[in-house]
């Protein structure tokens, strides 16, 4: 019997591995270009959000609104650590870091560059971020600071350590700067125009009662603006000061738009609390009754990591195992029938058994060989695709021994996988009605192998006995170093029982004639 | 040797009603002739071809092949026989060589054994120039051979034949032809599904006419001309309005 069984897969092995079909669409495809494709594009979009991030908006106010709005912004930059720091900074060396500027006055210097004139922002900006690298490019030993200084060959240690951590200041600086408030350039509100109303436009309620409400929303639709903003002060000296940003959600730098003048009028809310309290000599507690202590969290950055994304693993290897299994299953069943070989083989001395085993054990091959080389062409593209920082955040660490208990859950899936999708295709007439049959199936395997990416869904018992519901459940949490044995016992067991089914159904069907002659 | 008595296959249709492909079918297959099993489409010939190779199980009735019976030793029925169909397919991928020692494993030969009879297959039918090249590459004619090789690679003492020469061109019906009078002089049971007149004048020793699942004529060709005229069609014809035997 076994030796039939060998003949058949190798017989089988050497057909398929000389389909260029098989290899390139259900093999290569699917496992190589499509993690290299996934954090290509995760990559993309993470380089299009700092982009934008970095992108300058335009935004519409009168200048009595861009005053009021930009003293905001600076006094919420000076109550921030970073203008704390730089206000402290009273040497040249940030003098000469920013430019042959005149001023030394920090406090008037960096706002003024920031909130004035986008432009010059721009530059300062640009400026300072090559002569960092520049530093950094030179900066070696004591030298560092001396070079940094403008070549003074006789720079302190002092100067050393202060250029160096001015250096990191502006690096932060540029950083706080481009995620937050900077890189908005202002324009009168008149240049936006009169606008006139499109058929099918309708204006919301908020611009219907305003006076300029049709030019603010054609010039927001038509892109020219980014946003119209208008900062209402409140009666007195401490009255509620409210900003307005008319804006589009659903225009992208509108959105960043609306995000920087939130986070400028909330952190402007949060300096001016704290000033007064300073002035009132209110003890710190009064502004902060509770403070949530951080850093007790006992599990590791590398558990949390895949605590989150550990899900995403288990679906994917059980997707690329069904996919690896699904064109080679319709070529060895329905393929077969089609091309009038099955029963050239049927009439050989192997009984159905060992053909139908012969050929389930060359499909569930395929389908373990696409979950391996999906998974590993997934953690390559990861290690190379995603940017550094990302990288360091997550910092995913999986053992050998952790891999291979959650690698071993993939093989009774495989097996059932391959199968089931036997046992249909030798169902169909033909190539295309087997297609037709197994198209629907990645749908339905989908939902219970995306259980793992259902947060708080935690297994148990029963649903260590729901095949691929357990697998997706168990190896998020044997990857992320809680395994516990009594499921995985369980869900072995279970898989291995849903396999054998699978298998035996698959041996059924090959000795049914009415399904082996079935057309 | 293959004697069939009274072999029956019924089936339900959609509507869960009998169809009787065929019904008490009974004749017996000499080794050293050749038998015909002739009869139009959809009479019953593959469904009674599908019994004896043990691809179908009868409904009723009794198929003996070489002497094993296809119900009680099928793996045995399988190993003596060698089957041939116009249609058959050929593992494109595969060269002939490897479909002759994929078979010719599956039959329990040895790798020396394959080889051997590899070598003289391909001397007999002159398959050496395309031996191996992949079997997708191969021209109608070169399939045929590769077909008749594979179904002797194991020396099988019956050869059954699904109309082996449907749709083929002249010279290969011809080079079939061949093989079928070659493996009658080699004494094998040779059991001829057709219903090409010519084919059946020339090469069988008795025949049985089938139609509508149900034997209506047993005999030999002269038998069958002197019931029903001079002329083998117009007799074939005459013998479908016989009573079945």
């Known amino acids: 019997m076994l030796r039939n069984i060998w003949t058949i897969y190798r017989k089988e092995l050497i057909d398929t591995l000389r389909d260029r079909k098989t290899l390139i669409f259900m093999l290569l495809l699917p496992t190589v270009l499509a993690p290299a494709l996934m954090f290509g594009l995760s990559n993309f979009a993470i380089s299009f959000v700092k982009k934008q991030a970095t992108q300058e908006v335009i935004i519409a106010a009168s200048a009595e609104a861009r005053d009021r709005y930009v003293a905001l912004a600076h006094r919420q930059f000076l109550e921030s650590s970073l203008g704390k720091t730089l206000k402290m900074s009273r040497t040249g060396v940030v003098s000469y870091l920013i430019g042959k500027s005149a001023s030394n006055d920090l406090e008037e210097q960096v706002p003024a560059a920031i909130f004035g004139d986008a432009v010059a922002y721009r530059d300062w900006t640009t400026g300072l971020a090559r002569r960092m690298e520049d530093m950094a490019r030179e900066g070696k030993g004591s030298d560092f600071g001396g070079k940094a200084l403008g070549g003074a060959a006789n720079a302190s240690p002092a100067d050393t350590e202060l250029a160096k951590s001015m250096a990191q200041g502006v690096a932060d600086f540029y950083t706080v700067s481009l995620r937050g408030v900077g890189l908005v350039r202002f324009v009168g509100e008149e240049e936006i125009g009169d606008g006139v109303l499109q058929e099918g436009d309708v204006l919301p309620e908020s611009l219907v009662v305003h006076e300029r409400g049709t030019a603010i929303y054609t010039a927001l639709k038509a892109r020219r603006i980014h946003g119209y903003l208008e900062v209402v002060p409140g009666g007195g000296s401490e009255a509620t000061t409210t900003i307005r940003l008319f804006h589009d959600e659903t225009i992208p730098l509108s959105r960043e738009a609306s995000s920087r003048v939130e986070k400028v009028g909330r952190l402007a809310g949060e300096a001016i609390v704290a000033e007064r309290a300073r002035e009132r000599k209110l003890p710190a507690g009064f502004l902060e009754p509770v403070r949530m202590e951080r850093g007790t969290n006992i599990a590791s950055q590398s558990q949390v990591a895949l605590s989150a994304l550990g899900g995403m693993i288990p679906y994917l290897v059980l997707t690329f195992a069904f996919l690896g299994g699904l064109y080679p299953a319709i070529d060895l069943g329905a393929g077969e029938k089609e091309r009038n070989t099955l029963e050239t083989l049927l009439l050989s001395p192997a009984t159905r058994t060992e053909i139908a085993l012969g050929k389930f054990l060359l499909i569930f091959t395929t389908s373990m060989s696409a979950a391996l080389l999906g998974i590993a062409s997934m953690a390559v593209s990861f290690l190379h695709l995603m940017p550094d920082f990302v990288l360091e955040r997550l910092d995913i660490r999986i053992d050998i021994y952790t891999a291979l208990c959650a690698g071993a859950l993939a093989i009774p899936p495989a097996a059932a996988f391959a199968g089931l999708l036997l046992a249909i295709s030798i169902y169909a007439r033909t190539f295309k009605e087997a297609q037709s049959y197994l198209s629907p199936l990645p749908i339905v395997m989908v939902l219970p192998a995306s259980a793992g990416l259902i947060p708080g869904l935690e297994i148990n018992a029963g649903l260590a006995m729901v095949p691929l519901v357990n697998v997706s459940l168990l190896s998020r949490d044997v990857l992320k170093g809680d395994l516990h044995w009594g499921y995985y016992s369980l869900t072995v067991l279970s898989c291995l029982l849903f396999a054998a089914a699978c298998v035996a159904l698959c041996v059924f069907m090959f000795k049914r004639e009415s399904v082996v002659f079935r057309g | ?245």
Not at chain 2, 38 to 45: E, L, S, T, V
């Open chain 2, 1 to 245: 040797m293959i004697e069939v008595r009274e072999l029956s296959k019924t089936y339900r249709d959609r509507r869960k009603a009998l169809l009787h492909a065929v019904e008490g079918a009974s004749f017996r297959c000499e080794p050293g002739r050749v038998f015909g099993l002739i009869g139009p489409n959809g009479a019953g010939k593959t469904t009674a071809l599908r019994i004896i190779s043990t691809a179908l199980r009868p409904t009723s009735g009794h198929a003996v092949v070489a002497g094993f019976d296809t119900q009680r030793e099928p793996a045995r029925v399988r190993a003596s026989i060698g089957f041939l169909t116009a249609n058959v397919g050929l593992y494109g991928r595969l060269t002939p060589r490897e479909v002759l020692r994929f078979f010719g494993e599956l039959h329990g030969m040895s790798r020396p054994d394959i080889a051997s009879r590899t070598s003289e297959l391909s001397r007999a039918f002159q398959m050496d120039d395309f031996l191996d090249r992949a079997c997708d590459k191969l021209s109608l004619g070169m399939r045929q051979k590769t077909n008749i090789a594979r179904s002797l690679i194991h020396s099988p003492p019956v050869i059954i034949l699904d109309e082996p020469t449907a749709g083929l061109d002249v010279l290969t019906s011809r080079g079939i032809v061949e093989f079928i009078r070659e493996s009658r002089a080699e004494g094998k049971t040779v059991l001829l599904s057709t219903h090409i007149m010519s084919e059946v004048e020339r090469l069988c020793d008795g025949l049985a006419i089938i139609h509508e699942g149900r034997i209506r004529f047993r005999g030999t060709v002269e038998e069958l001309k002197q019931r029903h005229g001079a002329d083998l069609e117009d007799a074939f014809v005459g013998a479908l309005g016989d009573e079945p035997c």
